[in-house]
């Protein structure tokens, strides 16, 4: 399927375009109808697939840049991933005026805290600093409308459960969850039971 054939922006398919993006990739394919129709969704992919992108597009398609509250949060594990869902983001975001911004430890909270204050609409966190942020700023997420988790069991090992937990009971409004994994232990089964609404299951067989 080609990117051109989906019902996306024209400024992000314009991005696509530069950057060589014509035919989707399997991912891709399988979790765009189900995303951008608003069904929640569970997938169980590696890195390499083109998973960024599969989370970034309908992430840029999705949030209303004259709005400076954050409206898509994407939880990762670890600062690298953090900062390459940023550049996806940003240049798949180039002409629409979406922003996005990746806060993650080790790194100033005032610097981040003044990012957010002038606005932000795609937020991209480690579990950690986004609950320092959320106490100790005036960080809410109460307008996400589209939440992401990748490399959920990376986060679940490394014993972000309780914050997981507590980032989904402060988004109020109604929003849509996609969920990328490696692995479904039984402890993503029991989380996404619990907070995603019947879930499509996505399997991608590595190649
Ligand atoms: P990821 O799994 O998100 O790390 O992506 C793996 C690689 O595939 C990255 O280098 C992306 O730039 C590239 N990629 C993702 N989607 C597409 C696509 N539809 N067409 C061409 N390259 C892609």
């Known amino acids: 399927m080609k990117f051109s054939e989906l019902n996306l922006k ?7 375009d530069k950057k060589g993006y014509t035919e989707l990739t399997p991912i891709q394919e399988q979790t765009f109808p189900h995303v951008l129709a608003g069904r929640d969704l569970i997938a169980l992919a590696q890195t390499g697939s083109g998973k960024t992108a599969a989370c970034a597009i309908p992430v840029v398609q999705s949030v209303d ?5 954050v409206q898509a949060l994407i939880l990762v594990p670890t600062r690298e991933l ?12 180039k002409e629409t005026g979406v ?6 430890g080790g790194f100033s909270m ?20 986004l609950i320092d ?7 809410r997420l109460a307008d996400v409308r ?59 067989i590595a190649e």
């Open 133 to 139: 942020l959320l106490y100790n700023s005036p960080l």
């Open 110 to 129: 005032d610097i981040q805290k003044s990012k957010l204050a002038h606005g932000v609409q795609a937020l991209v966190a480690t579990p950690g600093r």
């Open 146 to 204: 589209y939440f992401v988790l990748d490399e959920a069991d990376e986060m679940l090992n490394q014993g972000f459960l309780p914050d997981i937990e507590f980032v989904f009971s402060c988004m109020v409004h109604e929003h849509h969850t996609m969920l990328f994994s490696a692995t479904m232990p039984e402890e993503i089964k029991q989380l996404s039971q619990r907070y995603l609404k019947n879930p499509v299951m996505i399997e991608l």
């Open 10 to 16: 024209p400024e992000i398919l314009r991005a696509l």
């Open 65 to 69: 840049p004259s709005s400076k509250e």
């Open 99 to 104: 922003s996005a911004f990746a806060v993650y």
């Open 82 to 93: 953090a900062l390459q869902y940023v550049d996806e983001i940003a240049w798949i975001a």
